[in-house]
């Protein structure tokens, strides 16, 4: 007599049972993240505080002035074209323009998401306000273009952080390796490290501001991508692109 066929389900089971992290990493993994986002907040906070109180610290000058001191036609028109990619309206059309080719894809939850990560700067607005804090001014540091706008944090590093460090997480996420993705992040890499020295070089902010935008932009981008992978197998299985694996494990 034959011996009897596996249990098909079980063995199923077995499997994803095998991809799926133990527990005391995934914890691990967990209380690091959680960590991050205590410190970091934590952070910002003290920051913030100190930018209300403080309209420029010393470090902030010494950066600014070093940063300036460089004279390259190629490093300005770099830091100029990323400026210039901040302002509106240029980065609302280009939100808008790649927010609805993500949306044209098929890929219509990560258009969502995308739309939400993007959404940082209302909330870097909020803090302006509250921080009250001005601008550099040219009796300290050389400033391209007055603004009459406040400060702290820089709205362009925070659309940075969010919105293409976001693009970039579906990126990594969603594309198979090769060259594609490694000039896509290679490119969102760059301009969102760059996004900050040019704020700096062009006399829009200082240092502390550019730095303060980042470390709130990690924290939005953290929720961005959180919320996404808890909509993702909720809102994403009739899609006809890139849909969520069964067993709404995450996309590796």
Same mark, same amino acid.
């Given at each position: ?5 596996? +249990?098909?389900? @079980? ?5 994803v049972?095998?991809e799926? @992290?133990?527990?005391?990493? $995934? ?32 470090? +902030? ?25 901040g302002?509106?309206?240029?980065? +609302? ?13 098929? &890929?219509?939850? @990560? ?8 959404? #940082? ?13 001005? $601008? ?22 925070? &659309? ?9 997480? &579906? ?5 198979k390796?090769?060259?594609? $993705?490694?000039?896509?992040?290679? &490119? ?20 502390? +501001? ?33 849909? @969520?694996?069964? #067993?709404g494990?995450?996309?590796?």
């Open positions: 007599m034959s011996e009897a066929a596996p +249990d098909r389900p @079980e063995g199923i089971r077995r499997a049972r095998g799926i @992290e133990r527990r005391p990493a $995934r914890h691990r993994r967990a209380a690091a993240f959680q960590a991050y986002v205590l410190i970091a907040s934590a952070v910002f906070v003290g920051l913030a505080i100190a930018a209300h109180y403080v309209p420029y610290f010393r470090i +902030d000058l010494i950066i600014t002035r070093a940063v300036q001191t460089i004279d390259d036609p190629v490093f300005e028109a770099i830091m100029n074209g990323l400026t210039w990619m302002f509106v309206p240029q980065v +609302d059309l280009i939100v808008a323009l790649v927010v609805s080719v993500l949306f044209l894809l098929g &890929l219509r939850w @990560e258009a969502i998401a995308a739309l939400f990560a993007a959404l #940082g700067p209302v909330l870097g607005s909020v803090i302006k306000v509250i921080v009250a804090r001005p $601008r550099p001014t040219g009796d300290l540091v050389e400033v391209l273009t007055r603004l009459d706008t406040l400060s702290f944090p820089s709205g362009h590093v925070l &659309l940075a952080s969010t919105f293409y460090g976001f693009i970039a997480f &579906l990126a990594y996420t969603l594309l390796p090769g060259w594609i $993705r490694t000039a896509l992040l290679i &490119l969102f890499g760059a301009i969102i490290a760059l996004m900050g020295p040019s704020r700096i070089y062009l006399g829009h902010h200082w240092f502390s +501001d550019v730095m303060g935008a980042y470390v709130l932009g990690s924290l939005w981008l953290a929720l961005a991508i959180r919320t996404y992978r808890w909509g993702k197998p909720r809102f994403s299985r009739t899609q006809a692109v890139a849909p @969520e694996p069964s #067993g494990k995450d996309p590796q």
